[in-house]
């Protein structure tokens, strides 16, 4: 279980490197929502909107401290320290953020439930 959500968590993570919206949508729950880190919730509509806009994108991304923690059979949290660059609707940004992810099995297969991200102290 551990490998399998280290990997699944990995494979999001590229699919926002590289734009990639059928992965992102195929690995997130039905009822998804992202927590920004100014407290901003987005839906799966939402997020599929950023990734696809032709104004979006990430020139470099890093993951470490990636931790994966079970919690029972069916859910598991996927923590990790995010570090990347990029630019959305003519703005750039620099993100410096922790993040926890939520997993749950659902029919038999793991999709993300819940991500939030908060600013990392300085």
Known sequence: MMSELHNLSER?????????AATVEWLA?????YVAPNGSILDLPAILAIIRSPSYRLDHGTRTEVVVRAVG?????VRHHYQGAGSFEGTSFTDDQQCVMFWEKQAGEWR??????SFRSK
């Open 73 to 77: 059979h069916d859910a598991a949290v």
């Open 12 to 20: 999001w993570f590229q699919a926002w490197l590289e734009k990639d």
């Open 29 to 33: 729950a039905e009822d998804y929502i």
């Open 112 to 117: 993300l439930v819940m991500e939030q991200c």
